[in-house]
């Protein structure tokens, strides 16, 4: 464990990553930790400097992978990965890991739309109208809906809460709370199992992970489990207002989106 640190420099480059990087590999999260998070998720542009700083990172780490809940295609998009080169080798895990690109074969694996997610859709509008809720935003995933009230009633999903996980039992779905957002989807994946799957896919030495919200909780603890193996690894949180749940967990505490373009762009300009 690092010792935990606020700001871009000193403890916050660790030798073990600056010295080494060909064995690093660095998972990020993508909502409220490359981009900002906006009313309309479809306008979540990544932040231009953490782009930059990816760019350089690609070629010197071991591997850099996006991990987040957002549809594959989506963050294919936001992220402007395609454009430009230093990420041939991206790795991006959609939807918690149920969805996977790979840059270097330009291969997606994503299973089809379940039949859960089919019967939800169908009933959630007249659900949310039955509990005076229409004002909600329906976000379509594919694989999972999302509820969103940002910009709406900021408390009116700690109303919901309850009923909602009556009605996610009820289809067998699990529910998946955010910063102003409730999701509901399919269970079986969560994002410490795709940041472990991509640990032991590679010879890594170290593993590093940012995150912003209660959905990275399992990929911290999968970097814990991976310390305990005997891997360097190092916590960071983009943290917010919002959300103070990483923050006791974290070794590093970043200043939202802008702190982790920063961090980012120190990390490069340290190993080169």
């Not at 479809?42 to 992978?65: C, F, K, N, W, Y």
């Not at 109208?129 to 329906?138: G, L, T």
């Not at 529910?175 to 799957?197: C, F, H, N, S």
């Not at 909780?217 to 960071?236: K, N």
Request: charge should be negative; glycine fraction near 10%; include cysteine.
């Amino acid at each position: 464990m690092t010792e935990r640190s606020e700001g871009t420099m000193g403890l916050d480059l660790p030798a073990a990553v600056t010295d080494e990087p060909g064995s690093v590999l660095l998972g990020l999260d993508f909502d409220g930790t490359l981009a900002p998070i906006v009313d309309d998720p479809t306008r979540a542009d990544i932040h231009p400097e953490s782009l930059t700083a990816l760019r350089r990172l690609g070629r010197l780490l071991g591997q850099v992978a996006i991990i987040t809940g957002r549809p594959l295609d989506q963050v294919r998009r936001l992220g402007r990965f395609e454009d430009g080169s230093g990420l041939e080798h991206l790795v991006i895990c959609g939807q918690y890991g149920a969805e996977r690109w790979d840059a270097s074969t330009n291969e997606i694996t994503r299973p089809p739309r379940p039949e859960s997610i089919v019967e939800l859709e169908r009933r959630l509008p007249g659900w949310l109208a039955a509990h005076a809720a229409q004002a909600v935003r329906i976000e379509d995933k594919g694989l999972a809906l999302a509820l969103h009230t940002r910009g709406v009633a900021p408390g009116l999903l700690d109303d919901l809460a309850p009923d909602l996980a009556e009605l996610a039992s009820e289809l067998g779905l699990m529910v998946e709370p955010g910063r102003q957002v409730i999701e509901l989807r399919t269970p079986g994946t969560d994002k410490g199992e795709a940041l472990a799957a991509l640990a032991a896919g590679g010879s890594f030495a170290s593993v590093v992970y940012i995150g912003d919200d209660l959905g990275d909780l399992p990929a911290f603890d999968a970097v814990d489990t991976l310390r305990a193996e005997g891997l360097f690894g190092l916590l960071a949180v983009s943290a917010s207002t919002e959300q103070q749940a990483l923050v006791p967990r974290a070794d590093l505490v970043l200043d939202g989106p802008d702190g982790v373009a920063e961090w980012l762009t120190a990390l490069a300009d340290a190993i080169d």
